[in-house]
Protein backbone atom coordinates (compact mmCIF):
# COMPACT_ATOMS: atom_id res chain seq x y z
CA UNK A 1 0.00 0.00 0.00
CA UNK A 2 1.28 3.40 -0.94
CA UNK A 3 0.75 6.45 1.45
CA UNK A 4 -0.89 8.13 -1.59
CA UNK A 5 -4.56 7.42 -2.19
CA UNK A 6 -4.98 5.14 -5.03
CA UNK A 7 -7.45 4.27 -7.50
CA UNK A 8 -8.71 0.38 -6.32
CA UNK A 9 -9.03 -0.73 -9.85
CA UNK A 10 -10.87 -4.38 -9.83
CA UNK A 11 -13.15 -3.86 -7.40
CA UNK A 12 -16.38 -5.90 -7.46
CA UNK A 13 -19.10 -2.57 -6.42
CA UNK A 14 -16.73 -0.74 -9.05
CA UNK A 15 -20.07 0.55 -10.53
CA UNK A 16 -19.10 3.84 -9.69
CA UNK A 17 -17.57 7.23 -11.53
CA UNK A 18 -14.48 8.00 -9.45
CA UNK A 19 -13.25 5.84 -6.69
CA UNK A 20 -10.40 5.71 -4.45
CA UNK A 21 -9.46 3.88 -1.55
CA UNK A 22 -6.72 5.10 1.56
CA UNK A 23 -5.37 3.31 4.78
CA UNK A 24 -5.23 6.01 7.37
CA UNK A 25 -2.74 5.31 10.30
CA UNK A 26 -6.25 6.53 12.72
CA UNK A 27 -8.72 4.30 14.45
CA UNK A 28 -12.34 4.72 13.05
CA UNK A 29 -14.07 7.03 15.32
CA UNK A 30 -11.47 9.67 14.71
CA UNK A 31 -11.67 9.30 10.66
CA UNK A 32 -15.44 9.64 11.34
CA UNK A 33 -15.12 12.39 13.25
CA UNK A 34 -12.92 14.23 10.49
CA UNK A 35 -16.15 13.45 8.41
CA UNK A 36 -18.78 14.58 9.91
CA UNK A 37 -17.69 17.49 12.26
CA UNK A 38 -17.69 20.83 9.96
CA UNK A 39 -14.53 22.57 12.00
CA UNK A 40 -12.22 19.10 10.67
CA UNK A 41 -14.32 18.41 7.29
CA UNK A 42 -13.03 22.42 7.14
CA UNK A 43 -8.71 21.60 7.13
CA UNK A 44 -8.74 18.53 4.78
CA UNK A 45 -11.39 20.33 2.12
CA UNK A 46 -9.68 23.38 2.36
CA UNK A 47 -13.18 24.53 2.25
CA UNK A 48 -16.03 26.04 4.60
CA UNK A 49 -18.12 23.44 5.73
CA UNK A 50 -21.52 23.29 7.19
CA UNK A 51 -23.17 20.09 7.74
CA UNK A 52 -25.94 18.12 9.64
CA UNK A 53 -24.62 15.18 9.71
CA UNK A 54 -27.83 13.27 9.70
CA UNK A 55 -30.10 11.97 7.11
CA UNK A 56 -31.85 14.37 5.30
CA UNK A 57 -29.46 16.88 6.84
CA UNK A 58 -28.22 19.81 4.77
CA UNK A 59 -24.63 21.08 4.36
CA UNK A 60 -22.96 23.64 2.19
CA UNK A 61 -19.20 23.40 0.88
CA UNK A 62 -17.72 26.79 -0.08
CA UNK A 63 -13.94 26.19 -1.56
CA UNK A 64 -11.28 28.69 -1.58
CA UNK A 65 -11.60 28.77 -5.16
CA UNK A 66 -14.83 30.14 -4.81
CA UNK A 67 -16.73 26.53 -5.59
CA UNK A 68 -19.41 26.33 -4.21
CA UNK A 69 -21.77 23.31 -3.39
CA UNK A 70 -24.51 22.42 -1.76
CA UNK A 71 -25.68 18.81 -0.31
CA UNK A 72 -27.92 16.86 1.10
CA UNK A 73 -26.92 13.40 3.51
CA UNK A 74 -28.97 10.75 2.35
CA UNK A 75 -27.70 7.93 4.59
CA UNK A 76 -25.18 7.64 7.76
CA UNK A 77 -24.84 4.10 9.76
CA UNK A 78 -22.49 5.75 12.63
CA UNK A 79 -18.89 4.91 12.46
CA UNK A 80 -19.11 2.86 9.37
CA UNK A 81 -21.11 4.67 6.31
CA UNK A 82 -21.72 8.54 5.34
CA UNK A 83 -23.68 9.18 1.60
CA UNK A 84 -24.23 12.61 0.35
CA UNK A 85 -25.41 13.98 -2.61
CA UNK A 86 -24.03 17.04 -3.50
CA UNK A 87 -24.40 19.45 -6.74
CA UNK A 88 -23.12 23.32 -7.65
CA UNK A 89 -25.16 25.93 -6.09
CA UNK A 90 -24.59 27.81 -9.80
CA UNK A 91 -26.26 26.92 -13.16
CA UNK A 92 -22.25 25.22 -14.42
CA UNK A 93 -22.39 21.97 -16.16
CA UNK A 94 -21.06 19.97 -13.42
CA UNK A 95 -23.78 17.02 -12.77
CA UNK A 96 -24.91 16.53 -9.17
CA UNK A 97 -23.19 13.46 -7.94
CA UNK A 98 -23.20 11.16 -4.64
CA UNK A 99 -20.49 10.82 -2.51
CA UNK A 100 -20.09 7.92 -0.38
CA UNK A 101 -17.71 7.04 2.48
CA UNK A 102 -17.14 3.49 3.80
CA UNK A 103 -14.71 2.69 7.06
CA UNK A 104 -13.19 -0.23 7.60
CA UNK A 105 -11.18 -1.14 10.40
CA UNK A 106 -7.93 -2.25 9.77
CA UNK A 107 -4.93 -3.63 11.90
CA UNK A 108 -3.37 -0.39 12.18
CA UNK A 109 -5.68 2.33 11.83
CA UNK A 110 -9.19 2.35 8.77
CA UNK A 111 -9.43 1.75 5.15
CA UNK A 112 -11.39 4.17 3.70
CA UNK A 113 -13.27 3.92 0.71
CA UNK A 114 -14.50 7.16 -1.11
CA UNK A 115 -16.53 7.15 -4.35
CA UNK A 116 -18.23 9.86 -6.81
CA UNK A 117 -20.66 8.88 -9.02
CA UNK A 118 -22.53 11.29 -11.13
CA UNK A 119 -26.19 11.00 -10.83
CA UNK A 120 -27.39 10.12 -13.89
CA UNK A 121 -24.52 7.92 -15.22
CA UNK A 122 -25.26 5.86 -11.71
CA UNK A 123 -28.78 5.11 -12.81
CA UNK A 124 -27.52 4.59 -16.28
CA UNK A 125 -25.08 1.99 -14.96
CA UNK A 126 -27.54 0.47 -12.41
CA UNK A 127 -29.95 -0.46 -15.59
CA UNK A 128 -27.26 -1.27 -18.36
CA UNK A 129 -24.77 -3.52 -15.84
CA UNK A 130 -22.25 -1.79 -17.56
CA UNK A 131 -20.51 0.56 -15.52
CA UNK A 132 -16.73 -0.71 -15.23
CA UNK A 133 -16.41 -1.71 -18.79
CA UNK A 134 -18.18 1.18 -19.67
CA UNK A 135 -15.06 3.85 -18.10
CA UNK A 136 -12.54 2.31 -19.65
CA UNK A 137 -14.07 2.05 -22.90
CA UNK A 138 -14.80 5.62 -22.48
CA UNK A 139 -11.00 6.28 -21.82
CA UNK A 140 -9.78 4.23 -24.62
CA UNK A 141 -11.94 6.38 -27.17
CA UNK A 142 -10.47 9.58 -25.52
CA UNK A 143 -6.74 8.01 -25.72
CA UNK A 144 -7.45 7.02 -29.13
CA UNK A 145 -8.43 10.39 -29.97
CA UNK A 146 -5.76 12.15 -28.51
CA UNK A 147 -3.51 9.81 -30.45
CA UNK A 148 -5.30 10.69 -33.92
CA UNK A 149 -5.24 14.03 -33.24
CA UNK B 1 -32.80 17.74 -11.13
CA UNK B 2 -32.13 19.22 -14.79
CA UNK B 3 -30.61 17.66 -17.21
CA UNK B 4 -27.41 19.29 -18.05
CA UNK B 5 -24.58 18.66 -21.32
CA UNK B 6 -22.45 16.26 -19.57
CA UNK B 7 -25.76 14.09 -17.84
CA UNK B 8 -26.76 13.81 -21.31
CA UNK B 9 -23.01 12.40 -22.24
CA UNK B 10 -22.92 9.88 -19.58
CA UNK B 11 -26.78 8.93 -20.78
CA UNK B 12 -25.69 8.43 -24.50
CA UNK B 13 -22.67 6.44 -23.76
CA UNK B 14 -24.12 4.25 -20.93
CA UNK B 15 -25.83 2.35 -24.00
CA UNK B 16 -23.19 -0.46 -25.70
CA UNK B 17 -24.65 -0.21 -29.25
CA UNK B 18 -24.61 3.85 -28.99
CA UNK B 19 -20.60 3.17 -28.29
CA UNK B 20 -20.16 0.91 -30.97
CA UNK B 21 -21.41 3.68 -33.43
CA UNK B 22 -19.52 5.95 -31.76
CA UNK B 23 -16.59 3.95 -32.30
CA UNK B 24 -17.01 3.06 -36.16
CA UNK B 25 -18.16 6.89 -36.75
CA UNK B 26 -14.49 8.05 -34.88
CA UNK B 27 -12.81 4.93 -37.15
CA UNK B 28 -14.31 5.30 -40.27
CA UNK B 29 -15.03 8.83 -40.50
CA UNK B 30 -18.41 10.29 -41.58
CA UNK B 31 -20.74 7.71 -43.44
CA UNK B 32 -24.77 7.46 -43.47
CA UNK B 33 -27.33 5.17 -41.47
CA UNK B 34 -27.04 2.22 -43.91
CA UNK B 35 -24.09 2.17 -44.58
CA UNK B 36 -23.16 2.31 -40.58
CA UNK B 37 -25.78 -0.56 -40.64
CA UNK B 38 -24.51 -2.79 -42.95
CA UNK B 39 -21.56 -3.51 -40.12
CA UNK B 40 -23.95 -3.95 -37.48
CA UNK B 41 -26.86 -6.43 -36.35
CA UNK B 42 -29.12 -3.77 -36.89
CA UNK B 43 -31.90 -2.34 -38.91
CA UNK B 44 -30.81 1.04 -40.69
CA UNK B 45 -33.79 2.46 -38.57
CA UNK B 46 -32.31 1.38 -35.30
CA UNK B 47 -29.25 3.27 -36.04
CA UNK B 48 -30.92 6.17 -37.00
CA UNK B 49 -32.52 6.29 -33.44
CA UNK B 50 -29.33 5.95 -31.99
CA UNK B 51 -27.41 8.01 -34.23
CA UNK B 52 -30.01 10.83 -32.71
CA UNK B 53 -29.19 9.77 -29.12
CA UNK B 54 -26.13 10.62 -29.69
CA UNK B 55 -26.67 13.84 -31.51
CA UNK B 56 -28.65 15.11 -28.78
CA UNK B 57 -25.35 14.89 -26.59
CA UNK B 58 -23.81 16.90 -29.00
CA UNK B 59 -21.43 13.72 -29.82
CA UNK B 60 -22.53 13.56 -33.15
CA UNK B 61 -23.95 15.67 -36.00
CA UNK B 62 -25.89 15.40 -39.31
CA UNK B 63 -25.31 17.18 -42.55
CA UNK B 64 -27.65 16.49 -45.91
CA UNK B 65 -25.61 15.98 -48.50
CA UNK B 66 -28.38 15.33 -51.84
CA UNK B 67 -30.29 12.76 -50.87
CA UNK B 68 -28.31 11.54 -47.79
CA UNK B 69 -27.09 12.53 -44.58
CA UNK B 70 -24.16 11.99 -43.37
CA UNK B 71 -23.01 11.40 -39.58
CA UNK B 72 -20.24 12.57 -38.10
CA UNK B 73 -18.53 12.26 -34.73
CA UNK B 74 -17.90 15.26 -32.52
CA UNK B 75 -16.30 13.84 -29.89
CA UNK B 76 -15.19 17.06 -27.61
CA UNK B 77 -18.44 16.33 -25.10
CA UNK B 78 -16.91 13.14 -24.20
CA UNK B 79 -14.08 14.73 -23.58
CA UNK B 80 -16.18 16.81 -20.84
CA UNK B 81 -17.03 13.84 -19.29
CA UNK B 82 -13.70 12.17 -18.63
CA UNK B 83 -12.34 15.54 -17.75
CA UNK B 84 -15.18 15.08 -15.15
CA UNK B 85 -13.63 12.21 -13.83
CA UNK B 86 -9.84 13.31 -14.43
CA UNK B 87 -11.02 16.56 -12.24
CA UNK B 88 -12.72 15.05 -9.40
CA UNK B 89 -10.29 12.07 -9.21
CA UNK B 90 -7.63 15.11 -8.50
CA UNK B 91 -9.78 16.33 -6.01
CA UNK B 92 -10.35 13.18 -4.01
CA UNK B 93 -6.41 12.42 -4.10
CA UNK B 94 -6.01 16.05 -2.94
CA UNK B 95 -8.42 16.05 -0.35
CA UNK B 96 -7.10 12.57 0.69
CA UNK B 97 -3.86 13.07 1.34
CA UNK B 98 -4.70 16.23 3.61
CA UNK B 99 -7.07 14.11 5.17
CA UNK B 100 -4.48 11.57 5.78
CA UNK B 101 -1.80 13.91 7.41
CA UNK B 102 -4.82 15.37 9.67
CA UNK B 103 -5.47 12.50 11.38
CA UNK B 104 -1.72 10.85 11.34
CA UNK B 105 -1.33 14.21 13.53
CA UNK B 106 -4.60 13.90 15.80
CA UNK B 107 -3.21 10.27 16.86
CA UNK B 108 0.42 10.96 16.27
Known sequence: MTEHARDAEGSQDADTAVRREIELDAAPADVWEALTRPELLEQWFEAEVELDPRPGGTGRFIGADGEHRVARVDEVEEGRRLALTWWPDDEGDEPASKVEFVLTPTHGGTRLVVTESPLTARACVATTGAGWAWRLELLVLTLFLLVRA | ?108
Open chain 2, 1 to 108: MKEDPLDRVFIALADGTRRTVMRQLLDGGPTTASELADGLPMTRQAVVKHLQALGQAGLVDAQRAGREVHYRATPKPMGDAVAWMLRTGAQWDKRLERLRRQVSQRTG
